[in-house]
């Protein structure tokens, strides 16, 4: 589908809706929110986007309308766009702050009712983590005799989230919250399903990939990670073609159309420029390799993070390890 679409805002909420949950399931209180019900809401919902790739103008002024710099705040009014005008699930409310005695005590992401008459609670979650965790024989061999990896060795690249503690925050703190009184206070009384929407993409140091714990979903979006000493060695497995990736640009793999090669041109690099451009940055920086096919598109091959050469020990020791 992402290869028939050519608006970056389309392809985005196209994938969206239709990658791989990060997760699995996580009963009782884990329930996946699912886009669309039945196959005929599919079918309506990928001619809704195909139609919106032609004519994007309604969801790229909504996205102009407020000053997006965060992630999962784009994320949001994707899906919350998507919800409005879409053919699947409508959106009753977004954004619910429940409130007791003047405190806060979390905000609902999205409530929405289906064509089939459920009432359902969704939280979204957009997520980049890389694997902290080492993958040597040894600790393979320690890991399959211990089970599964841990979901804690999944850290965010500044070192600040962990996939373990946002799962239990997702779980014990953001789907309860629609079960709450305080909900009905706001003006949505009755019964809400909780459904948790987390989508994004996991790193693997230089593509090596553990047993996947048992809360991951196995079809989850992949990518590789590597320290600055190791780009040189690894970079030219790659492409010859890279690019920084913004914030904003890490949901649906980018690409360049044959058109717009001019006013894209100075964002490309070759391996050693970016290299040059990496090895002051204090944190991770997330890049893109890109090739030409044969109508001069430049599409994304892989994506990834250099890391600082000490990161990797800071982030074992963020996960526990």
């Known amino acids: 589908m992402l290869d028939t679409l050519h608006d970056p805002a389309v392809r985005d909420l196209t994938w969206l809706l239709?990658?791989?949950?990060?997760?699995?399931a996580q009963p009782p209180a884990g329930e996946l929110a699912t886009p669309f019900v039945t196959s005929e809401e599919l079918a309506a919902t990928l001619e809704f986007l195909r139609a919106l790739?032609?004519?994007?103008?309604p969801l790229q002024r909504d996205l102009a309308a407020t000053r997006i710099t965060r992630l999962g705040r784009y994320a949001e009014r994707l899906l919350g766009w998507f919800l409005q005008h879409g053919p699947a699930a409508r959106l009753v409310a977004a954004g619910v702050p429940l409130r007791r005695a003047g405190v806060t005590l979390g905000e609902c992401d999205?409530?929405?009712?289906?064509?089939?008459?459920a009432r359902l609670h969704w939280e979204l979650a957009v997520k980049c983590y890389l694997h902290a965790g080492q993958v040597d024989a040894e600790h393979a061999a320690h890991r399959s005799a211990a089970g599964s990896a841990r979901l804690s060795d999944y850290v965010g690249p500044n070192l600040k989230d962990r996939f373990d503690l946002k799962l239990a925050h997702l779980l014990g703190h953001q789907l309860p919250l629609s079960a709450r009184d305080e909900l009905a206070s706001a003006g949505y009384p009755g019964s809400w399903t909780p459904q948790m929407f987390v989508k994004g993409w996991l790193f693997y140091r230089r593509d090596e990939v553990p047993r996947d714990p048992a809360e991951l979903n196995p079809g989850h979006s992949r990518g590789w990670w590597?320290?600055?000493?190791?780009?040189?060695?690894?970079a030219p497995t790659r492409g010859p073609h890279w690019r920084v990736l913004p914030r904003l640009e890490w949901l649906a793999p980018r690409r360049?159309?044959?058109?717009?090669?001019?006013?894209?041109?100075?964002?490309?690099?070759?391996a050693t420029t970016l290299a040059v451009h990496t090895s002051q940055q204090p944190t991770p920086t997330m890049v893109a390799a890109f090739s030409e096919d044969s109508a001069g598109n430049l599409l994304e091959q892989s994506r990834g993070f250099i890391v600082p050469d000490d990161w990797p020990q800071r982030a074992r020791e963020y996960a526990g390890q």
């Open 110 to 117: 999205f409530l929405l009712s289906t064509q089939e008459g």
């Open 256 to 270: 360049h159309l044959a058109g717009e090669r001019a006013a894209a041109h100075a964002l490309f690099v070759d």
């Open 53 to 57: 790739d032609a004519a994007p103008e």
């Open 226 to 234: 590597v320290t600055h000493s190791e780009w040189p060695q690894f």
């Open 18 to 24: 239709l990658s791989a949950d990060l997760l699995r």
